[in-house]
């Protein structure tokens, strides 16, 4: 592992899943940095088993990963990737007491409160990390100090970077191909870059680049994805708005057709009730008029009851020829009064063809048309962002070939590497 100068500001970097602050963060080959419980959720979930094999792909550049020890639980895979040697965050990360972790157990991926702060290693010790770290013959003389002593100088981390080649184990990256623009081992050079012409030893290549190509060319690449990310932004506010403003016009249009429904109700219920009082008023003066009948022949009876029992033959027949008369003369006037009023009302409703398609035709109350597009100031920031890409991938940041060297000039100052034989023996490998 290499250092470099620390950053001054100790940057902390954010999850590629969560997007917030990298909390353990795990490095995956393709170089791409997750929490590890982001990312252990997200391999729980997504691994794929194919072909006799298990692995998982990058959820950023879907490039197939899996861990050294093929044989190891699924659930065990997030923990087993190497923690990002540069995140400041893991370091510093906080307790919720607002204390800070000790580094060497969340290297373990332990969470235990850190007491002490060594200014050579630049790193958070608990006690027993502590002992661990005194009693250590190469670490004995480092000045270790208590937590509360820490000056903000103090916590500059150093920058290390991975220089152990991805495709040979134990082999450090030494060469440069600039024809593949490809770091390399001297063993990706024999066997993968043989015929390259122009290759250079890393040694050699820093001597030559050019300041700030790279660094350019991401700050512009930064801006244009700034300019994606804030386009989205709007449009999504513009989406919700639009929302939001549909959503009250409906209402407001389905309010407006509920008042017009309740005014109509209101309209028919008022006309229904006076034609049922007046049909109703019928109906009870016909009663009236027919009980005032039926009573007076129940009188009537009842006389000539009385007077068949109590009444002398004479009285008998005044009484029955004056109740012949006077019954004669009320029947033809009940005739009279009920003879044009109907005692039959039946009420039926005709409702209107409008709100018979409501209730019986009407499924949906609109239709919802969507047109979508690609803006143009993504479209443009895209193109832009692929131009750089492209360019920072084609230009070398570094002089051309005539001051570099082949790759035979690079095989035949290596001369022979050793290489672990499947019998476990070291073997040599002839590069000239």
């Not at 991975?162 to 024809?179: L, N, S």
Request: proline letters at 4%; hydrophobic letters at 30%.
């Amino acid at each position: 592992m290499a250092e470099v100068p620390a950053h001054k500001d100790n940057p902390s970097y954010k999850c590629l899943l969560c997007l917030s602050e990298c909390k353990i963060p795990r490095q995956l080959p393709c170089f791409h940095t997750f929490c590890t419980s982001c990312l252990d959720t997200y391999i729980n979930s997504e691994y794929v088993i194919e072909d006799n094999r298990t692995y998982f792909p990058c959820p950023v550049c879907e490039s197939p990963c899996s861990p050294n020890d093929k044989e190891a639980p699924v659930n065990s895979w997030a923990g087993s990737f190497p923690l990002h040697p540069n995140f400041g965050s893991l370091t510093c990360k906080k307790t919720e007491s607002s204390g800070t972790f000790c580094h060497g157990c969340l290297t373990d991926g332990e969470e235990s409160v850190g007491s002490f702060w060594c200014r050579d290693c630049k790193e958070v010790l608990c006690k027993q990390c502590r002992v661990a770290h005194r009693r250590s013959t190469l670490l004995s003389k480092h000045k270790v100090i208590a937590i509360e002593e820490v000056t903000k100088s103090d916590v500059q981390l150093p920058v290390t970077i991975d220089e152990t080649c991805p495709h040979h184990a134990g082999k450090t990256i030494e060469v440069y191909c600039i024809d593949h623009n490809a770091l390399c081992c001297v063993l990706c050079l024999t066997l993968s870059h043989r015929s390259c012409q122009n290759v250079s030893s890393l040694e050699d290549l820093t001597k030559k680049i050019t300041p700030g190509f790279v660094e350019s060319g991401l700050d512009k690449v930064n801006n244009e994805s700034r300019r994606i990310v804030d386009e989205d932004e709007n449009k999504l506010t513009a989406l919700e708005t639009d929302y939001q403003s549909m959503t009250k016009d409906m209402a407001t249009m389905i309010k407006k057709a509920k008042d017009k429904l309740d005014d109509l109700q209101a309209d028919f219920e008022t006309g229904l009730e006076h034609t049922y009082k007046r049909n109703k008023d019928i109906l009870l003066d016909r009663l009236r008029t027919n009980k005032m009948f039926q009573t007076n022949v129940q009188n009537t009876n009842q006389l000539m009851l009385l007077m068949k029992e109590r009444g002398s033959d004479c009285q008998q027949f005044i009484t029955a020829e004056q109740s012949k008369t006077q019954i004669l003369r009320h029947a033809r006037r009940l005739q009279q009064r009920t003879k044009d009023k109907h005692n039959t009302f039946e009420i039926k409703i005709k409702y209107d063809e409008t709100l018979e398609k409501v209730t019986n035709v009407m499924t949906h109350i609109g239709t919802l048309d969507v047109s979508s597009s690609l803006s143009s100031t993504s479209l443009d920031a895209l193109t832009s962002i692929g131009t750089i890409i492209d360019t920072l991938q084609s230009t070398p940041f570094v002089t051309p070939f005539t001051k570099s060297t082949s790759s035979s000039d690079i095989k035949g100052a290596v001369g022979k590497v050793a290489v672990q034989s499947s019998s476990g023996k070291q073997q040599f490998i002839n590069l000239t």
